[in-house]
């Protein structure tokens, strides 16, 4: 029996894993778009994108190096960064029609919620203080530049940008990536 | 790490942040080129990752929407073939017989790229200005009987192959040349049949494809790099970096070994769509 993971399989050539990371990881891609790009054909041509680089990159997958969560949402993130950069504009929160997620099925988040780096980044963002907690996820989640988080929460634009910064700098300590010298004591607050 | 760049190390994190939040001023990205060359163990996507952890994170605590159905077939469809065309080496080039006159010769002439309506831009722009094209690791392609079988494979089964003759080229050296690009958008696969097209060498020169899509991009996506070994007819995959839209036109240049990811032509040999 086999014991490659589904992008292993892929990038050994086996097309039967290329329905099964779909189907695991879809909604997965899709949701992330959704919510950070807010507009469907946005998301659409985004997640177009993000799969076609999951394909092409399968072959480079090292599970001792990170898990597929982290594999593929990282390419996603930076293909929906790109798509930002090529629209040149902050995403469309004037045309979010984004009511249509559906209560979470239980097949659906079961391998988010098995990946330990994930759960590590929970409990960061768990002890984060609340108000920076808030500004990361605008930010990182829902796709506010950071001067509309300033003018959304009265803020001064340096400290949004202070706070993001600091926030995935302290992320990215917890999740034991080799720490930058000297790093800020205050993060986590 | 000695105490002196702590600092500089620092500020690389603070970018990298930047970058990773969509928030990168533009005026900051030659810093951030500086720095990451000045600090070689700091990997680009340390915060992209972290990043992107924190958005799935967030993503937990609420909803997941489902894909639509479509889209996910499209795209689990495009992914197999992607998928077969990437298994296993390429193996070495290998002509093949002409399987009909070149429809190239029933097309009219076309004396400059730039006169050609509604392309014309993209293809001056591809000369007059260095581009930055979105390209991932080199790979070179070369003719096979698996090209040859894709190519009828593709021709026969697909629904919305195109397929575009090469204008006549005008380039000396390349006037000779004839042929056709097939494309299908559904499976993102295509081919070049090129008959007359002028020996490489390797060392010196290859050729490389670029795939003009406005609907995508203002840049031509880098559509592979591939050598041409012997005078005949030769197929060649076309290797599409990114997803394509809607093709308008698919030209060769001769580019160093490798190629490149800024092209400033000459085009030697160019396929248009009646769109375009």
């Given at each position: 029996m086999s014991t490659k993971s589904i992008l292993e399989r892929v990038g050994a050539g086996d097309t039967s894993a290329v329905s099964e990371c779909m189907e695991r990881y879809g909604d997965l891609v899709w949701s992330l778009a959704r919510r950070y790009l807010r507009n469907a054909a946005d998301a659409e041509d985004a997640v177009q994108d993000i799969f076609i680089d999951i394909w092409r990159s399968?072959?480079?997958?090292?599970h001792n190096i990170a898990s597929e969560v982290a594999f593929i949402s990282t390419i996603a993130r930076r293909r929906l960064i790109d798509k930002i950069r090529q629209a040149g504009r902050?995403?469309?929160?004037?045309?979010?029609?984004?009511?249509e997620g559906t209560p979470i099925d239980p097949g659906v988040p079961a391998t988010v919620e098995d990946d330990t780096e994930v759960s590590i980044v929970e409990r960061v963002l768990a002890e984060m203080d609340p108000e920076h907690q808030k500004v990361l996820a605008m930010s990182i989640?829902?796709?506010?530049?950071h001067s509309e988080i300033a003018e959304l929460l009265s803020l001064p634009l340096g400290t949004v940008k202070t706070r993001v910064r600091r926030g995935l700098i302290h992320i990215r300590q917890q999740l034991q990536i080799p720490p930058p010298a000297d790093s800020d004591q205050e993060l986590a607050g | 790490m000695t105490p002196n760049n702590a600092p500089e190390r620092n500020r690389l994190y603070e970018l990298l942040a930047d970058e990773a939040s969509a928030a990168l001023d533009t005026s900051d990205a030659p810093e951030l080129a500086r720095l990451l060359a000045h600090n070689p163990v700091v990997a680009r996507d340390e915060i992209l990752q972290a990043a992107a952890l924190a958005q799935v994170a967030f993503l937990r605590r609420a909803t997941v929407s489902r894909m639509p159905a479509g889209l996910r077939e499209r795209l689990a469809s495009q992914g197999e073939a992607l998928v077969l065309r990437q298994r296993g080496p390429v193996p070495v080039a290998r002509l093949v017989q002409p399987e009909?006159?070149?429809?190239?010769?029933r097309q009219p002439a076309i004396s400059r790229w730039s006169s050609v309506n509604g392309i014309g831009w993209a293809l001056a722009a591809m000369l007059a200005i260095a581009l930055v094209v979105v390209r991932n690791e080199p790979a070179v392609f070369a003719p096979t009987t698996d090209a040859v079988a894709g190519r009828v494979s593709l021709v026969n089964g697909a629904s919305d192959v195109m397929t575009l003759p090469w204008a006549p080229p005008t380039a000396a050296g390349y006037r000779g040349v004839t042929g056709d690009v097939v494309w299908s958008q559904s499976r993102q696969e295509g081919y070049l049949r090129l008959a007359n097209m002028p020996v490489n060498d390797p060392a010196r020169t290859q050729y490389q494809l670029w795939i003009v899509d406005p609907e995508r991009d203002t840049h031509p996506v880098d559509g592979g790099v591939f050598n041409v070994s012997a005078t005949g007819e030769v197929i060649i995959p076309i290797q599409a970096k990114l997803l394509i839209r809607s093709p308008t036109a698919f030209a060769i240049t001769a580019e160093q070994p490798g190629g490149v990811v800024v092209s400033a032509g000459p085009l030697l040999v160019v396929a248009l769509s009646k769109a375009g």
């Open positions: 399968a072959g480079r997958y090292d902050r995403p469309l929160t004037d045309s979010l029609d984004d009511d989640y829902e796709g506010y530049s | 009909s006159p070149p429809a190239a010769t």
